[in-house]
C-alpha cells in the first residue's frame, strides 16, 4: 500500500515539477521577447524532448500531491527544495498573468479601474466541469483588489457553484461587449471554435486577449488590432 501511495503521488510531483519548468521558460522568454510556443515547437522536433505546456495548474492532484510528500519529508527531516520550488513556481503563475495584462493596459493608457475585463475558462482543465482548487480563483481576486469589472464565463462550470465561490454570477459568452481585455485560462473546446467575428462583437477594436493555453495560432489576427498575448 505504501508503495503504491508514494508512485501516485511521485507521478503527480513530476508532472508538477515538468510544468513548473516550462512555466519558468515562459516568464524568462517573455523577457527576452521571445515565443515560447515556437521554442517549445523547436525543441520538439527533438525525439525525445518532453512537449510539456505552460499554464495554471490547479486541481485536487498536481497542484495537492507533492505538498503530502513534501510534509513527509520535513517531517523527517530533509527538505525537498526542487518540489517546494516547483510549487512555488506554478503558483506565480497567475500573479505574472495579472502584471502583464496591468502592464498592457498601462501601455494603452486605460485606466484599469474602469476597465472591463472578461475571465473565460474557470475550471481547472479543459472540457470538465470540475472547480476543485481552480487558480483561475487567484486571477479573479487580483483583479477585484483594483476594483475594475470582471465578467465570468464558462460553458462546463456548475452556475450555482460559480456563485458561492465567486459570490458572482456567470455571464454568456453572448452578452459581453465592450471589453478591454479577456484572459482566456482554459482551453475548452467551445472556445477554439470562437472566431474573429465573434470575439470582435464582445471586445474593443484594440482590445488586449490574454490566451493563457495558446487555443488561437499566432497571426489568427492578422488585421485586426488585437492584442493577442500568449504565455
Known sequence: IKVAEAAKVIENTQRDLNIALVNELAFIFNKLNLSSNEV???AS???NFLNFKPGLVGGHC???DPYYLAYKSLKLGYRPNM???GREINDSVA???IEKLYEKLNDKKIILSESKIGILGLTFKENCPDLRNSKVKDIFNLLKKSNCKVYLNDPYAEPALIKRIYNQELTDINSLSDLDAIILCVSHDQ????????LMRIIKDDAILMDVKSVFEKGYFSGLKIDHWRL
Do not use: Q
Not at 191 to 198: L, P
Open 45 to 47: 522536433t527533438k525525439w
Open 191 to 198: 472556445y477554439k471554435k470562437i472566431n474573429r467575428k465573434t
Open 95 to 97: 500573479k505574472f498573468l
Open 62 to 64: 498536481i497542484g495537492v
Open 83 to 85: 518540489i517546494l520550488a
Open 40 to 42: 517549445f515547437e523547436a
